[in-house]
């Protein structure tokens, strides 16, 4: 397929943005890379550190420009209106996190923000990504390109464990750092509904089985005298852990677990693909070990081999989630270059995300099986 490079802009140029611009100036397929932030101090201190003279100071001024895609990574909940702009100005879009909204809510404004980012790209004709890292991770692209393998797939579990007070990733700090609030107006906030975040585990059973959740059957946990979790904080919210039971489109049964309170390092992705002729078992001790199980052997396997080729920049150095981040680059560059729709389009991203608004609304209803939504299959670029 023939290419065509591309100017780039990136938007946001915080502690994550600035993971993701070495390895944009890198690719081959990008001839020029601008940088927008509206803190005139984190842009200067970008500019000068990658070498970047196309600097804005906003997203109405990066989107007047010519650039022909731009990297959305700002706060979160300001990701689905902003990429919604940038492609009615008709920009590609790339934001690095899914359609979430600032704490509180139901979900409902996530299902609609879908609808709506969905409908833009129909209209603007431009695409959209999302930069959901469980997608790249060496297990759950082993197990797509082995899912014939697998026979009938039966079930799949999925799971992101992340302790909210996690040495390596202490979530308190990180919102502090997102709204420049206090930890004890953190605090008084309270905390996220963990299934309104649910991309990295929900992407596995969606992406490998290339099925999509139907009905849902969820269950919250409540830590005893919880002081972020509770439902007189601003969220509302008392689980701090929550169980999916989902039945997908293809008859299979997908477990989800979204935990923000557990004795655990931390774990997102793959657990466990039970199918009729095989099944495959991720090491939790190992990020980059697994097991090969059928009727009649064992097999260790290591799935980075199953990787595909990156171009010769950017594989010396993958970046960060099971060394996804390169590969993210490289979807969307390669997408916008060959004017394809991206694998992680806003439809796939949609199913991600309204699964777990369905699972947090099911576990607040004490499990009551709820349907799915569901904006059907990207349509061809």
């Known amino acids: 397929?023939?290419?065509?490079?591309?100017?780039?802009?990136?938007?946001?140029?915080?502690q994550f943005g600035t993971h993701f611009v070495e390895l944009f100036q890198k690719h081959p397929l990008v001839k020029r890379v601008g940088l927008c932030d509206i803190a005139p101090d984190k842009l200067a201190r970008a500019a000068r550190r990658f070498g970047v003279g196309e600097t804005y100071a906003s997203l109405d001024e990066i989107c007047r420009s010519d650039l022909d895609a731009l990297v959305i990574i700002t706060q979160p909940w300001l990701h689905a209106p902003q990429a919604i702009q940038a492609m009615e100005a008709g920009k590609h879009v790339y934001t690095a996190v899914p359609i979430i909204t600032p704490p509180s809510g139901n979900g409902d404004e996530i299902l609609e923000w879908c609808d709506q980012l969905i409908a833009c790209c129909r209209r603007t004709g431009q695409f959209y990504m999302m930069g959901e890292t469980t997608y790249f991770r060496p297990e759950t692209v082993m197990c797509r390109k082995r899912a014939a393998e697998f026979g009938q797939f039966i079930q799949l579990e999925a799971e992101y464990l992340h302790d909210t007070w996690l040495p390596a990733c202490n979530l308190i700090e990180v919102q502090m750092?997102?709204?420049?609030?206090?930890?004890?107006?953190?605090?008084?906030?309270?905390?996220?509904v963990p299934m309104h975040y649910p991309t990295h585990s929900t992407c596995a059973p969606i992406s490998i089985m290339g099925a999509h959740a139907v009905e849902v059957s969820a269950f919250g946990?409540?830590?005893?005298?919880?002081?972020?979790?509770?439902?007189d904080s601003r969220t509302g919210n008392a689980f701090c852990h929550e169980v999916g039971?989902?039945?997908?489109?293809?008859?299979?049964?997908?477990?989800i677990t979204e935990s923000r309170r557990n004795g655990h390092i931390g774990h997102e992705g793959v657990?466990?693909?039970?199918?009729?002729?095989?099944?495959?078992?991720h090491d939790a001790a190992d990020e980059y070990r697994g097991t090969w199980i059928t009727k009649t052997?064992?097999?260790?396997?290591?799935?980075?081999?199953?990787?595909?080729?990156?171009?010769?920049?950017?594989?010396?150095?993958?970046?960060?989630?099971?060394?996804s981040h390169a590969y993210l680059v490289h979807e969307f560059v390669s997408a916008c270059a060959e004017m394809r729709m991206p694998k992680i389009n806003a439809w796939e991203a949609a199913r991600y995300v309204a699964a777990g608004v369905m699972a947090h609304k099911s576990a607040m209803r004490g499990g009551e099986m709820l349907k799915v939504p569901d904006w059907g299959e990207a349509p061809a670029a």
């Not at 946990?221 to 439902?231: G, L, Q």
């Not at 989902?246 to 477990?255: D, E, K, P, V, Y």
């Not at 657990?271 to 078992?281: L, M, P």
């Open 297 to 323: 052997d064992v097999q260790p396997v290591d799935p980075r081999a199953y990787r595909d080729p990156l171009p010769p920049a950017l594989a010396d150095d993958l970046g960060g989630h099971g060394g």
């Open 221 to 231: 946990y409540i830590y005893p005298n919880d002081s972020y979790f509770r439902t």
């Open 177 to 192: 750092a997102r709204t420049g609030l206090s930890a004890s107006e953190v605090m008084q906030i309270g905390g996220d």
């Open 245 to 255: 039971l989902f039945r997908m489109s293809n008859g299979a049964i997908a477990q």
């Open 1 to 14: 397929m023939s290419s065509q490079p591309i100017s780039i802009g990136i938007v946001g140029l915080g």
């Open 271 to 281: 657990v466990r693909v039970i199918g009729s002729e095989a099944s495959y078992v």
